[in-house]
């Protein structure tokens, strides 16, 4: 059985509700991980100037670990580490 990953994309250019729906995508992305065994994990990739410093310190630091079960099946990563993950074949 070939596991595979599932990558979210949040883009926030300006100030909006996208931080805001972050918790929901981590759950729903947990939800589909356990339900589909191909899948061992999830990324959502943060990208642009208008997240909030708070939110990105919460998000990208994996403060969501403390809250969320099985939240360690979902790593929130800026965009560039993202691309430094794929160009250095580790996702």
């Not at 191909?38 to 670990?65: D, M, N, R």
């Not at 809250?67 to 996702?91: H, P, T």
């Amino acid at each position: 059985l070939k596991e595979e990953i599932i990558i979210s994309a949040k883009w926030q250019q300006t100030r909006g509700t996208a931080e805001q729906k972050i918790v929901y995508d981590i759950l729903s992305l947990i939800k589909i991980i356990k339900e589909n065994p191909k899948y061992k994990k999830a990324y959502i990739v943060l990208g642009g100037t208008g997240f909030s410093a708070a939110a990105k310190e919460f998000f990208l630091g994996q403060a969501h670990l403390n809250f969320v079960k099985d939240g360690e099946k979902v790593e929130v990563i800026s965009l560039e580490k993202f691309i430094e993950k794929a160009n250095s074949k580790i996702l």
